[in-house]
């Protein structure tokens, strides 16, 4: 099948006017959906055989939506299959998962598995310039990648769940190429681990030190940036219970904990000639001089604190529930994680099993963030890409570039901070349906009957056909406007992705 011809008479008015029509026509149909699909939209990276059509229950539409970057057919078909518990219980366990397509597309990416010196080495240029682009920009090609075609979608979810939640920034100082390491041993390997061990991990991270300036935190001069959001940001939460007189005597117990500037540079050290030496006391905790033991003692107690299950319970369930959680549910999986002594697995079977699925589901509409908007677009129109800097450019425009939010508090989750930034998403959506997008295929093809080309759109993208008689006048709407049927399938894809139906998930 060959890719239709951009659609070149679609103004901004025009667009505007047809995803307004797509929402007024966004109502679940009553009637049984059990016609062939006519309309194949996608490229050649998996195809997808025609087939009878999926109509899920909303629930189970809503929970696909949240536990992956956009629910591709395969999804949809597997849920319909075996159910939703499920199919979340598969991908609680992604090892299980065959995930060599993704693995194919990051095959190329000798970045993501070279130590630090290495990756530093790599910047290295003649004139003692160093080149700063290159290394983050092939983890933030891979990470989308990974978004796009992974099959251990909820992996990934997490892993950007935790990589917000110990955020750093790859503009600032070493974590250019640190941010990598920090990706490949802290983030990925614990993300649906213990939090204990994610924790630890992090406290040693070399891209976290040096991104809250331990590797300056000395003796007679200690600095409190990452003492502080450690207990602030990755554990007990603003409200956690603990004082200035506990960061201040934290951050006495973190010094000396630093990064090797030279010979294995970028590797954790602790350096005791800078470390203080003095009694501490954290949390009521007292501290004794024990060198490096002393911070390490703090990460264990702060690893099982009530307050740090509570805050990451509170955070988990308002990534996956609603910007406001429910406080009944957030308690359960509080207990969950206090239990386990924090397994993360253990805390998400509540907020999925007993929140998200439920019946009584508490979920709430959650407005994409870019990165789940452009991926979603991706998958379901089941897009052949290189994730390359033209598509990552408009991540750039709508305020979500991988690793460059420029505090420690990571990308947003509610909605305020995101919903007043629509014209990139206008732009993008127009621009992926023309074939503008360097590096980024998405083939429309029409079948012979507009209604059933019509019902696949939707469905791909929104879940479910439009109602009839919306769908009706959408079709007399587009015909009046001069489409011809050729146009047709990337005319509705351009409306729908506008739409509040595929914004809001």
Sequence with gaps: MTASRPVSRLSRRDFLRLA??????????????CAPVYARIGGPAEPEAAGPALDLAPADERALNRLTFGPRQAERARVAEIGAVAWVEEQLAPAALDDGPADWRLRRFETLGMKAQDLADLGDQLFDDVDMLSVPDELRQATLLRQVYSRRQLYEVMVEFWSDHFHLSTAKGDCWFLKTVD?????????????????????HSPAMLTYLDNQVNVAGAPNENYARELLELHTLGVDGGYSQADVMDLARALTGWTVKQRFWRGQFTFNPDVHDQGEKRVLGLRLVPAG??????????????????????????????????????????????????????????????????????????????????????????????????????????????????????????????????????????????RGEIAGTRVELNAGPDPAATADDVARRLLGRPLATAGRNSLLAALTAGGANDEELPALLAAGCLAAPAFQWR
Excluded: C
């Design 292 to 433: 490096q033991a002393e911070a390490e003692q703090v990460v264990e107690r702060l690893a099982t604190h009530p307050a740090t299950a509570r805050f990451i319970s509170t955070k988990l369930a308002r990534r996956l529930l609603a910007d406001e959680p429910s406080p009944g549910l957030v308690a359960r999986a509080t207990a969950a994680f206090l239990s386990t002594r924090g397994d993360i697995l253990a805390v998400l079977r509540v907020l999925l099993l007993d929140g998200l699925l439920a019946a009584d589901s508490p979920a709430a509409p959650k407005f994409k963030r870019p990165v789940n908007f452009v991926a979603a677009a991706l998958r379901q129109l089941n897009a052949e890409t290189d994730a390359g800097p033209a598509l990552r450019e408009y991540l750039v425009r709508m305020g979500q570039p991988y690793f460059l939010w420029p505090t420690p508090d990571g990308y947003p989750d509610r909605t305020a901070p995101w919903a007043g930034n629509l014209l990139p998403r206008w732009q993008f959506a127009l621009a992926l349906v």
């Design 20 to 33: 307004g029509l797509v929402s007024a026509s966004a109502a679940v149909s009553t009637a049984a959906a």
């Design 183 to 203: 990706d490949r041993e802290v983030v990925r390997p614990h993300a649906l681990g213990r939090f204990r061990d994610l924790l630890w991990a992090s406290a």
